[in-house]
């Protein structure tokens, strides 16, 4: 079965009947991996956006990147219209001042918080205040970066996956300025681009998957470099065990699926046994003191060929559209909606 354009959300509230999203226009700042998928779901959304390149060589790929997403989603049949007819919805500008008719803006530039500090200054300094301003920091507490602004409570982080216009996942993430109200709006208004969202109402470091994530790096790196396994046995091993059920359910489901009591039990022994390391890894920290940074310098935890590097990017992008299919027949409310069918 085909997939329609953009999802209807799960359970669609009042507030969002009354928004309609081609009167709603999304600034972008920063035109990297994320940025450029990022305006691509909100341009599959039927917003306008302003999509902002803080650097000339954002513009060299940033056109081609996401009328590349473009033409791949009318492919898979995520899009209704034209790419031409979505591409009209899009400026790319280096002028920060086209901001200025946004209601929300997303910046995501480096990991750096004097380089989103320098275009928070540019980006506040056009918008109006009723505008929310927004980072897609993967790590940096919120808290920390809305203090850098003129307005705090209007400022949230919004974590994407990557790619953003296929993936379900957005975490809202409130400061400890933010006006909650605010982040309720936000966290509605991402049904729909297509998110099953979660909003976090406290701030704390890593958000919600980053922490969870973190702690299996953490463990997966311990298990290599005290040689219980290899990279490719660990790897194996979670592609198969939880990579099997990760898109069904969450960590807390799967516990109630397969007996609580037995976590119970486990946890008792294993929980003092797991590594909590504070330093990085010398596993990985090797890797990146010799300039390894995966498949985009073919060089990471494996070595690549140029051409094993390039198919491996493909096959993601092709997985990812596959998944997605998958995973809009399995939405959080998949046994009310069996229910109700029922009745
Ligand atoms: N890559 C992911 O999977 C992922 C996932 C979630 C969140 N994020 C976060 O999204 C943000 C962007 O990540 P990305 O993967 O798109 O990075 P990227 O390296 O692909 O792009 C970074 C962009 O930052 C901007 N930039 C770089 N130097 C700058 C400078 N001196 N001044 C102003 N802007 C500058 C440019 O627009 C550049 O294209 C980061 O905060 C990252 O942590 C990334």
Request: glycine residues 6%; proline residues 5%.
């Amino acid at each position: 079965m085909i997939s329609q354009a953009v999802e209807p959300p799960t359970n669609p509230s009042p507030m969002l009947k009354k928004i309609e999203p081609t009167e709603i226009t999304i600034g972008v700042v920063g035109l990297g991996l994320m940025g450029c998928s990022i305006t691509t779901c909100l341009l599959m959304a039927n917003h306008k956006v302003v999509a902002v390149a803080p650097l000339p060589s954002d513009l060299l790929h940033a056109e081609k990147r996401i009328s590349g997403h473009l033409t791949k989603s009318k492919e898979e049949g995520l899009i209704e219209f034209s790419v031409d007819h979505y591409r009209k919805s899009l400026t790319i500008t280096e002028n920060y001042e086209q901001l200025a008719a946004c209601t929300l803006v997303i910046e995501c530039t480096l990991e750096d918080v004097s380089i989103k500090k320098q275009v928070y200054d540019k980006i506040e300094s056009v918008i109006s205040s009723d505008c929310l301003l927004t980072s897609n920091t993967s790590a940096i507490p919120i808290s920390i970066l809305q203090s850098l602004t003129k307005l705090p409570t209007r400022f949230f982080g919004l974590h994407w996956a990557e790619p953003s216009h296929t993936t379900r996942f957005l975490e809202v993430i409130c400061g400890s300025q933010s006006d909650v109200a605010k982040g309720e709006f936000l966290y509605e208004l991402s049904h729909l681009w297509g998110k099953e969202p979660t909003l976090v109402r406290k701030d704390i470091r890593g958000f919600i998957t980053n922490r969870l994530m973190y702690a299996m790096y953490r463990e997966a790196c311990y298990l290599v470099e005290n040689d219980y396994a290899t990279v490719e046995d660990v790897d194996r091993a979670c592609r198969n065990n939880p990579g099997y059920w990760m898109t069904l359910v969450g960590v807390f489901r799967w516990m109630d699926l397969t007996g609580v009591d037995a976590y119970h039990k486990v946890m008792k022994d294993l929980l003092p046994d797991l590594c909590n390391n504070q330093n990085i890894p010398k596993l990985i920290d090797d890797i990146v003191k010799q300039g390894g940074r995966g498949v985009s310098n073919s060089k990471g935890f494996y070595n690549y060929t140029p051409e094993e590097a390039r198919l491996w990017e493909e096959t993601f992008r092709e997985f990812s559209y596959e998944i997605r299919e998958l995973a809009l027949k399995y939405p959080a409310d998949v046994v009310s909606k069996k229910l109700s069918e029922k009745k």
